[in-house]
């Protein structure tokens, strides 16, 4: 799955599946631009990078910003000429994730993750298919809680059969649901507006996987993820993702726009 020669964006690039994808790829070839809004992640995957001797540019970033996302895709397209990939990771959880029911939910709370993970989704996803070479392909983050619901530890089986056959959002994470819910609408329209030009979009499903956000849900949840029934019987990484996304930038997926890939250790099956 080569991808020498490659220029690839990343959004949320320097920390959790965005850094593991950034490594991955550079190590196949391509020249990663990397943005992101935690300056000292910035600083430490430049460190990182720069190390390694890898092809790579920074950009201090803010999704919810539309001048500021036109602004840095075009600077790649200035510095390099062309852009053949992204991957849009940048995202964030509510407060008190997997807590608070919609009935207690903040109007701020609510503009602030949609103003992220769905609004930024769209003005990142739209400025990179308007720069992005013809051949191209683009992979967004989505969540298990934008394709299923989720199982009650104390339902009857009959209810939690219900909830895994329906798409529906999980208990006290409305906000989130709802946003990856919407990454999925976006990516299947995209694919559909962008198909002639042999642009592909994609999305991938993670399930409970080892990032800086689940570490921050789990400090303000200690339940969270223990109820996760990965047929695996673990979390899963990562480095794993990143492996998927690689595969469905590379010309190996060549045939493969609209899906959505579940990356849930068996969860949803």
């Known amino acids: 799955m080569a991808l020498e020669g490659k220029i690839i964006a990343i959004t949320g690039g320097a920390s959790g599946i965005g ?18 809004i935690s300056p000292d992640n910035l600083e430490a995957a430049s460190y990182h990078f720069t190390t390694l001797k890898t092809p790579f540019t920074i950009c201090k970033l803010d999704v919810t910003q539309r001048a500021d996302v036109n602004s840095w895709i075009a600077g790649i397209i200035d510095k390099f000429g062309r852009l053949d990939g992204a991957v849009n990771c940048a995202g964030v959880i509510g407060k008190a994730h997997g807590i608070t029911p919609l009935t207690d939910l903040e109007d701020e709370e609510w503009d ?15 400025a990179e298919l308007r720069a992005i070479v013809d051949g191209g392909s683009i992979v967004n983050i989505s969540s298990i809680q934008g394709v299923m619901g989720n199982l009650l530890p104390n339902s009857s089986p009959e209810r939690n059969y ?23 609408g976006l990516t299947r329209c995209a694919a ?3 198909g002639a030009r042999g ?9 409970s996987i080892v990032t800086p956000l689940l570490i921050q ?30 595969f469905l930038l590379s010309h190996e997926a060549a045939y493969v726009t609209g899906s959505v890939y579940g990356a849930d250790g068996g969860w949803n099956c």
């Open 192 to 194: 559909k507006e962008v």
């Open 112 to 126: 602030r993750i949609v103003a992220v993970n769905l609004t930024g989704m769209m003005c990142s996803l739209r």
């Open 19 to 36: 850094l593991a994808t950034a490594k991955l790829v550079a190590s196949r070839g391509a020249t990663i631009c990397l943005a992101d």
């Open 217 to 246: 849900a789990q400090d303000a949840n200690p339940n969270e993820g223990k109820n996760n029934p990965s047929v695996l019987k673990r979390e899963g990484t990562a480095e794993e993702m990143a492996s998927i996304i690689a």
């Open 199 to 207: 642009v592909r979009v994609n999305a991938i499903a993670p399930g």
């Open 162 to 184: 219900m909830l895994r056959c329906q798409s529906s959002g999980f208990p006290g994470s409305a906000a989130y649901s709802a946003t990856k819910h919407g990454v999925i």
